[in-house]
């Protein structure tokens, strides 16, 4: 923000891979931050938050306690809600509980919507998912923004519907209440947790990597929308603390074409000891990558000219940074 103000930011879900990042950013940039998460942060968060403590304040609570949410906003005269709190679930997880997917990813969506709107936060930013393109029908374009959008699950159901009640708030609320649309992040603190089972294709990459491993790849030259999560949180963070923006949707990821294939070639180039090698069929893969799973790249040009963000890392840089990540003691997580 200009003028010298401190913004104070709640965000949700703080614990979680995405949020926790943007929660280091935020402090980074001078926010104070509210981290609401259901659990307090363990020991390998406050390690991760060393040089940022004195710039966060972390609460226990649960995004679907409506009332409580409102009374943390206003407890912190919270100006801008950063909402990420969400269960990414296995079909398994779907099965078993539908009804708790939904209350919190999309009751918990209109609790933090109706907790920005009580308090007069000046911005809402919804973490949303590039999942809501789904597969493209012509994976060699970048997607805008007003690309159609498709249904696939109830974690894409949730985004959509969220991002729909998100702008409907923007209509008839003072305030700006705005989307991100997130790629597939990768990078430090991303970890198994109980509303996130299902790791990233690049964090099962690059352990196998570090281990030494030979993987067998169906579906290598798909295209995947990988983004390193520093460049994610910088996005995210600059969403949050912007004076003025002219939309409400901004795609959060990456502009660059890459193929599963290019991920795995730069991974073989800076572990010695790793390989890779096709499988015939999806049944014989260690890792299958369907059809289903591609993804495009996205047009950046709303948060370039709004934010002035671009990413800062390539496919080299960001695996490059992550693997020195793991190493220098955190490869555990």
């Not at 406050?46 to 409580?68: I, K, M, S, Y």
């Not at 699950?153 to 998100?166: D, Q, R, V």
């Not at 996005?235 to 990821?253: C, E, M, V």
């Not at 840089?317 to 490869?331: D, N, P």
Request: overall charge negative.
């Amino acid at each position: 923000m200009s003028g010298g103000c401190v913004s104070t930011v709640l965000v949700t879900g703080a614990n979680g891979f995405v949020n926790l990042n943007i929660v280091r950013r935020l402090a980074q940039k001078g926010a104070r931050v509210v981290a609401l998460a259901r659990r307090p942060p363990d020991p390998e968060t406050v390690r991760f938050l060393a040089a940022e403590t004195a710039q966060v304040v972390w609460v226990e609570g649960d995004v679907r306690d409506r009332a409580g949410l409102i009374e943390l906003a206003r407890t912190y005269g919270v100006d801008c809600i950063v909402h990420g709190a969400a269960i990414t679930p296995s079909r398994e997880v779907e099965r078993a509980q539908a009804a708790t997917v939904v209350d919190v990813n999309l009751g918990g969506t209109l609790n933090a919507l109706e907790a920005a709107r009580e308090v007069g936060a000046r911005r809402f930013v919804l973490i949303s998912s590039t999942g809501v393109y789904g597969a493209p029908a012509n994976p060699h374009r970048r997607l805008a923004e007003d690309e159609p959008l498709q249904v696939s699950n109830l974690y894409t159901i949730c985004k959509i519907a969220g991002e729909n009640l998100s702008r409907r708030y923007d209509e008839l609320y003072e305030g700006s209440f705005v989307v991100g649309r997130l790629g597939s992040a990768y990078g430090p603190m991303e970890r198994a947790s109980h509303s996130r089972e299902t790791m990233s294709m690049i964090y099962e990459f690059a352990h196998r990597a570090l281990a030494g491993d030979q993987v067998r790849i169906w579906g290598a030259e798909r295209l995947r929308d990988f983004c390193y999560i520093e460049d994610v949180a910088e996005a995210f963070a600059r969403l949050a603390l912007a004076d003025r923006l002219r939309w409400t949707i901004y795609n959060a990821a990456t502009d660059r074409f890459v193929t599963v294939r290019d991920a795995l070639e730069t991974l073989v180039r800076l572990c010695p000891g790793f390989g890779w090698s096709e499988a015939a069929d999806r049944e014989a893969a260690d890792v299958a990558v369907l059809p289903s799973q591609e993804r495009a790249p996205l047009d950046l040009s709303r948060l370039q000219e709004d934010v002035g963000f671009a990413p800062i890392h390539d496919l080299a840089s960001g695996l490059r940074a992550y693997l020195a990540w793991l190493r220098a003691g955190w490869a555990h997580i």
